[in-house]
Each structure stands twice: as structure tokens, then as C-alpha cells.
């Protein structure tokens, strides 16, 4: 079993592009974690502090996803992606972690972001949930070869 599932949120389209790219290079599987109600550019607001993101953010407010990942026993490897909010994972990557059993998976984390690190949002995800595997945790931009993704994670 060596099989690669890269799941993905993006609220804007950047984060899916770079996700496909590593699918792409990886010859993995693309799953995107979705949002029953999608985020609009107001959502999306992190300057206001009654925006939809703020609000989930700040009381840890977990939405809903459309889809479970139906064959997650088929998988070792899981690419799991994201953009950066508040210096961390969106609550809806904690909402997937907690909806699918990553036990026993090697996770590959990456992030996008325009300036962020993302070191806080690596010891986010492992003090959340500590009883998890995460292999490694890289910031892509999309700008990365095919081959920097493979090395990533071979």
C-alpha cells in the first residue's frame, strides 16, 4: 500500500492549484474538503472582526464538510493542505481531522500563505492532535518543480 491522497481546502482557489500540481507530480489522489456553505469574498474578511472566518476562528467554530473520504483504508500517505489563517490550520482542517481516522497514516502537511511561517501552524496541528503522525510540513507557493514535490514526499 503505498497510495497518496492529497486533500485539500481552499477557500480561493490558490491552495487547490498548488494541490493539483502535487497530485499531479505524486501520481496521488485529489480529495477536496469542502465546506457545506461556501465561503464568500465577505467570509473571507479576516479585517473584520464579524466576518464568517473570524467568528470561526476566534470561538473555534468547526463547519461542516460536504464529503468523508470513502476509502481512506486505501491510503498511507495523506497530503493534507491548506491556507494559513491566524497563524494556523482553518477549523475546518481540524473538523476533517477529526471526521476521517488518520491512526496509523504519515500526514504531510503543507501550507499556502503570502507571508506566513509555517512553523506555528506545524505545532498547531501536533498539539491538537498529538496522537497522529505528521511526517513534515512545508509552505508552497506553486512556483516548486514537480521533482521538489516528490522529494517532499518520498
Known amino acids: 500500500m503505498n497510495n497518496i491522497l492529497v486533500s485539500y481546502f481552499s477557500a480561493s482557489g ?16 485529489l480529495f477536496e474538503i469542502e465546506p457545506k456553505e461556501k465561503y464568500t469574498e465577505e467570509d473571507l ?35 493534507l493542505a491548506f491556507p494559513i489563517w491566524w497563524y494556523k490550520e482553518p477549523t475546518i482542517i481540524d473538523q476533517f481531522l477529526e471526521e476521517n481516522d488518520m491512526n496509523g497514516k504519515k500526514i504531510y502537511v503543507f501550507v499556502t500563505s503570502g507571508s506566513s511561517s509555517i512553523d506555528s501552524t506545524y505545532k498547531s496541528l501536533q ?9 513534515s510540513g512545508k509552505r508552497f507557493t506553486g512556483a516548486e518543480s514537480e521533482e521538489d514535490y516528490k522529494d517532499w514526499i518520498a
Open 14 to 29: 490558490t491552495t487547490k492549484k498548488v494541490a493539483e500540481k502535487v497530485a499531479t507530480a505524486v501520481n496521488g489522489d
Open 127 to 135: 498539539n491538537t492532535f498529538p496522537n497522529l503522525e505528521f511526517i
Open 45 to 79: 474578511d479576516w479585517t473584520n472582526k464579524e466576518s464568517r472566518s473570524s467568528i470561526e476562528m476566534n470561538e473555534n467554530r468547526k463547519p461542516e464538510i460536504v464529503n468523508k473520504v470513502s476509502n481512506l483504508e486505501n491510503y498511507e500517505k495523506i497530503v
